[in-house]
């Protein structure tokens, strides 16, 4: 275990965009033998109710910018005192660093406000969480924004039952400041590798690459466009990933909690949840959610799942979004935005995944800026799948 703390990082603000489309598991019966009751018992047990998907031209990145926009304005930061920008990501609008610098030059911020990406996974805010306060606590740095964003629903077969209904897409921006306060922060980091294979996406990365010179009929390019049968019956590409159900969650029962109480008592010295304003878990659904709250010794009031059953498993950004939508209200199957402020005791935050990993966190968030969960909106600078081809085909043309 890897324990880390910091006393000077604030969390300054944190906002949440996602797509405005939505997906009713209820509007997809035809998959399930148009069985209500069966639908019924899964939203019941695991929480499939709605979830929120990018438009074929949206890419994460859109998601983060919008993120960050909103957050810069219920802030009223100067982009101008920014000092560090990371962002953090699993699918690039681009290959390569670029998408950092894409953004930063976006946001307009200075020449001297250094900026980098980092891939994770569902793990990516805490992991990006670390990696900015260990530079806010030198001193050197005063201002970072970090940035996340993920869509999943792009690597998912709609029929796929085993992936499909769990995954929503999302992006969420946190402005973190160096304060001469105490404040408190602490983290555990445990890598267990070994379960590197168990969520892994093996195709059209340069292991398995795609020629593009080459039809997808050619030896070389055939594979990855080959349909492979699961064990479950799901027909699934290269592309789609590999996600070994089972095996993952035998790793979160087993490791998440005991890395979750670990830290504590390494904090605390024993553990109590009536510390703690609430333990907001990464959303893999709602049974994973409240067994951990449940072995944790936490009541289920204390243990956020709402943002999973309304918006889907948005990997790195699901307990920002679980998070920014506390206090908001259940009314005729819909969350209404209601006022929200942190409370005054530390948040427990834990996720779970790719790696496989565990980060578990102790957060002070009583003066963090809460924007909420807002939908996606085009900016007037936005390129469409059209537009953006003709954009990089004239850069071609011209070098």
């Known amino acids: 275990m890897a324990f880390f703390s910091f006393d000077h990082v604030k969390i300054t603000g ?13 509007d997809e019966s035809k998959y399930y033998e148009d069985n209500l009751k069966k639908i019924d018992r899964m939203r019941k047990k695991v929480g499939f109710f709605k979830r929120r998907v990018v438009d074929a031209d949206v890419t994460a990145g859109d998601l983060a910018l919008a993120a960050t926009r909103k957050l810069i304005s219920k802030t009223n930061l100067d982009v101008s005192s920014v000092d560090a920008l990371i962002y953090v990501l699993q699918n690039n609008d681009y290959l390569g660093p670029m998408d950092a610098y894409m953004l930063h030059h ?18 990516g805010w805490l992991y990006g969480l670390l990696m900015a306060s260990n530079l806010l606590e030198s001193g050197r740095f005063k201002k970072l924004l970090l940035l996340n964003a993920d869509i999943p629903s792009v690597c998912m077969d709609i029929e796929d039952r085993n992936q499909a209904p769990l995954f929503g897409d999302g992006g969420c921006a946190t402005l973190l400041e160096y304060t001469e306060d105490i404040v408190k922060s602490h983290f555990n980091v445990c890598t267990y590798s070994d379960g590197y294979d168990k969520i892994l996406v093996p195709g059209f990365g340069n292991k398995l690459r795609c020629d593009p ?28 990933g590999v996600l070994d159900g089972d095996a993952v969650f035998e790793f979160t029962m087993n490791k998440a909690p005991q890395d979750i109480k670990a830290l504590v008592e390494k ?57 920014a939508s506390l206090g908001y209200q259940e009314i005729d199957d819909k969350l209404v935005p209601q ?43 936005w390129l469409n799948r059209e537009q953006t081809f003709e954009f990089w085909t004239n850069k071609i043309k011209q070098n």
């Open 213 to 240: 010179r080459k039809s997808s009929d050619d030896p070389f390019n055939a594979p990855l466009f080959k349909s492979y049968e699961s064990s479950k019956g799901f027909a699934n590409f290269l592309d789609h």
């Open 106 to 123: 976006k946001l307009g911020l200075k020449i001297d406000c250094i900026a980098t990406n980092i891939q994770q996974g569902c793990v």
């Open 267 to 323: 904090v605390n010295g024993n553990f109590n949840p009536d510390d703690f304003s609430c333990c907001c878990l990464h959303q893999a659904n709602k049974q994973i959610v409240q067994t951990i709250g449940t072995l944790l010794g936490f009541s289920m009031d204390k243990v956020p799942f709402k943002s999973f059953e309304y918006f889907g498993n948005s990997t790195m950004c699901s307990i920002p979004t679980a998070l």
């Open 339 to 381: 006022d929200f402020a942190f409370g005054d005791k530390p948040y427990i935050c834990s996720s779970f995944g790719n790696g496989l990993v565990t980060v578990s966190s102790i957060l002070d968030l009583k003066d963090t800026v809460n924007c909420g969960v807002s939908d996606f909106e085009k900016p007037s600078d």
């Open 14 to 26: 944190l906002s949440v965009v996602v797509p405005p489309k939505e997906i009713n598991i209820y």
